[in-house]
């Protein structure tokens, strides 16, 4: 029986969705990308060989199955060519494997130049973006002005449209950031070589992906950011501006919900945040740092280094409602190794009562106190366990308690970087 899984991260993004959507990718027949820009930089490694996949979905190392670009994303054409263009130098790319939709958004010059304006502006209130244009281009989509990759194969309509928006964008960044504006000469040149080069790429995915579900393919759905930055469901404002949770699977990509067969929330064994914004579990000093050198805790898109904590039930049982998770995948198990003793946050305190359900006001997060439940640490490799009896005992303790609290089934254990390193639990397609 064919199957459509969405993968989606359980927490703030960089819980390994790349490495567990590359391993997935083995029994998949499409993968596609359904949100978010290249804010995400998912990180697949195989062997000695290093990938971050910022727009191009994580399956692009399988050849012969199909990576869509959904119209839910917003497309930076340069770093999309960009990614390409390297993928080509290691010789992997295949044209035939790769489709964008014609509804995606793009990501033009004036979005990456207002984001990193409004950060300023913002000061000490600032979210912390990736500076990528994301959320100016988000905007312009349900503004209504935005600009498509369908667009690119028309360049009066394109131009027209250039046009219109810079008379705004123009003004806007001249009166308020005092800040030169856009010539449209060069924003339109710089496109319409782009559009030269997607052309063959930029198509009707829904329809595609219609056609492929009805022919018996496996689809994977890949989810960019995490639960936590969703825009509607996450710590607002602190947040990206696209739903990144399992429902925009959807409306990223153009199938029914119906036809979504399992939800997979990915999270790592303990927490991590880049950027502003709430983090309950946070840890500072030491313990932070050993974690963060740990795990490689540093942006796969920025290079800043992460914040690190605990793992948080609270958070983890809320993304698992929110998104309807069927199954969990547990990363970075490994990066715990080492300790003496661990903790789970299991509730929060707040103004002195006990809370378990998982606030979404910032100012309300920002005051509860997370309330902890102590581990022995197991202080063993769990590296290169192939099984969950593989595992140090106090390992197998910590995971059994992470999902009961989480209450989703564990499907996937990861116990390192490699594509290798991964004990599967259940298959998901099976
Ligand atoms: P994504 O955005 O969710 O795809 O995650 P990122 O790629 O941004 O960050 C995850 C980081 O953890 C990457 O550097 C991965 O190579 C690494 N990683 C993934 N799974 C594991 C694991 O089980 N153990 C260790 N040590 N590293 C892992
Ligand atoms: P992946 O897919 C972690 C964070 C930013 C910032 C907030 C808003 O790799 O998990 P934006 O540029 O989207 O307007 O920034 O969201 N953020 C991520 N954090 N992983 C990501 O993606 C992220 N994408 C955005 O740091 O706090
Ligand atoms: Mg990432």
Redesign the pocket.
């Known amino acids: 029986m064919a199957k459509n899984l969405v993968i989606v991260g359980a927490q703030w993004?960089?819980e390994g969705k790349g490495k567990i959507v590359d391993i997935l990718t083995d029994s998949a027949d499409v993968v596609v990308r359904f949100q978010g820009g290249n804010n995400?930089?998912?990180?697949v490694i195989v062997g000695e060989e290093k990938f971050i996949f910022h727009l191009l979905p994580s399956g692009i190392l399988h050849p012969g199955k199909t990576c869509v670009i959904g119209d839910g994303v917003v497309v930076d054409p340069e770093v999309l060519l960009g990614e390409i263009e390297v993928l080509k130098k290691r010789g992997i790319f295949r044209p035939q494997d790769l489709l964008i939709s014609k509804n995606a958004h793009l990501i033009m010059p004036y979005h990456k130049r207002l984001d990193v304006a409004r950060e300023r502006l913002r000061g000490a209130n600032k979210i912390g973006t990736t500076g990528r244009g994301i959320g100016p281009a988000y905007e312009d989509k349900a503004a209504r002005c935005g600009i498509r990759c369908g667009d690119l194969l028309n360049e009066a309509d394109f131009r027209a449209k250039l046009k219109q928006n810079l008379l705004e964008k123009n003004h806007y960044i001249k009166t308020v950031f005092h800040e030169a504006g856009f010539e449209i000469h060069e924003i339109y040149h710089d496109y319409m070589r782009f559009a030269a080069i997607m052309e063959p790429f930029i198509e009707n995915t829904s329809k595609f992906l219609d056609t492929a579900m009805r022919s018996g393919k496996n689809i994977l759905f890949e989810g960019a950011q995490g639960t936590l930055l969703d825009v509607d469901h996450g710590t607002y404002p602190y947040v990206t501006s696209s739903n990144t949770m399992a429902g925009a699977a959807s409306t990223g990509s153009g199938i029914g919900p119906s036809r979504i067969d399992a939800v997979i929330g990915v999270t790592k064994a303990y927490s991590t945040r880049v950027g502003e914004g709430p983090f309950p579990t946070e840890l500072k000093g030491d313990e932070a740092d050993r974690l963060r050198e740990q795990g490689c805790e540093y942006g796969?898109?920025t290079g800043r280094p992460r914040r690190c904590g605990w793992f948080d039930a609270v958070a983890a049982g809320y993304a698992a409602r929110v998104n309807g998770m069927d199954g969990l995948v547990i990363t970075k198990l490994d990066v715990l190794d080492n300790l003496d003793k661990l903790q789970i946050c299991t509730a929060y305190r707040l103004d002195g009562k006990l809370i378990d359900d998982f606030p979404t006001d910032s100012n309300i997060l920002s005051r509860c106190e997370p309330v902890y439940e102590e581990f022995d640490g197991w202080r063993r490799s769990s590296k290169g366990a192939k099984s969950f009896d593989d595992l140090p005992k106090g390992a197998r303790a910590y995971i059994k308690r992470l999902a009961e609290l989480t209450g989703v089934e564990p499907y996937i254990i990861s116990v390192g970087a490699n594509r290798k390193e991964a004990i599967i639990l259940k298959d998901p397609f099976k």
């Open positions: 993004g960089d995400a930089g998912h990180t796969a898109t």
